[in-house]
């Protein structure tokens, strides 16, 4: 069996569609990263301004020791946020693009498979058996890449269960620390 003109036509028009849905998505994820980072920038910058006025305004060592603890808790605080920001980000655009190469992927198998059951109908006589060891072939192929697609779903959760642990662990080492150094700077 052969294709048609029209076909390879669609087929391409089908494939440039999907290229440049891609590379929309693709940008939309940097635009929002450039926006985090913006935004990130501005706020560390008048963090920066504010923590500077105060320590120049401190009066004795005892309210400079204590602002500098309390400096680390809200700092450690927004940097666990721009990492889960920085993580949705990631992880959006990655699914979004997931989503489309998934649903590309199923469309081709089920091309794919109207092309083998074709193929099949127009053998010749006494080929049954070489059809049913592909038609088996291509089914055990399917149910592996099943399997993987399975496997990244899991091994992505994990990796969020992680990230989202380490982030929980992180925030609560800060705060201990800041309670520690504040109260060490009350005891001076």
């Known amino acids: 069996m052969s294709l048609t003109p029209e076909q390879v036509i669609a087929a ?4 440039l569609e999907t290229f440049f849905g891609l590379t929309n998505k693709a940008f939309e994820g940097f635009e929002k990263l450039v926006e985090l980072n913006v935004t990130a920038s501005r706020a560390a910058l008048a963090d ?3 923590h500077t006025q105060a320590v120049m305004a401190a009066k004795d060592p005892q309210e400079l020791l204590a602002l500098q603890a309390g400096l680390l808790q809200p ?6 946020a721009y990492s889960r920001h ?3 980000i990631a992880s ?3 699914t979004e ?3 489309t190469l998934e649903t590309q992927a199923v469309e081709a198998q089920r091309n794919f498979n109207s092309l083998v059951d ?9 080929s049954e058996t070489s059809v049913a060891v592909f038609k088996s072939a291509v089914s055990a192929a399917n149910n592996a890449f099943e399997s993987v697609q399975k496997a990244v779903k899991q091994a992505s959760d994990v990796a969020e269960a992680n990230f989202n642990a380490v982030a929980n662990s992180a925030t609560n080492a ?10 060490a700077a009350r005891k001076r």
Not at 75 to 80: D, G, L, N, Q, R
Request: hydrophobic letters at 45%; a positive charge.
């Open 86 to 88: 920085l993580y949705d």
């Open 92 to 94: 959006g655009a990655g």
């Open 97 to 99: 693009i997931t989503k």
């Open 48 to 50: 920066v301004a504010t």
């Open 12 to 15: 391409q028009k089908a494939n």
């Open 118 to 126: 074709s193929a099949a109908k127009n053998a010749p006589a006494g």
């Open 174 to 183: 800060a705060k201990s620390a800041t309670a520690t150094a504040t109260a």
């Open 75 to 80: 700092m450690a605080e927004k940097s666990v």
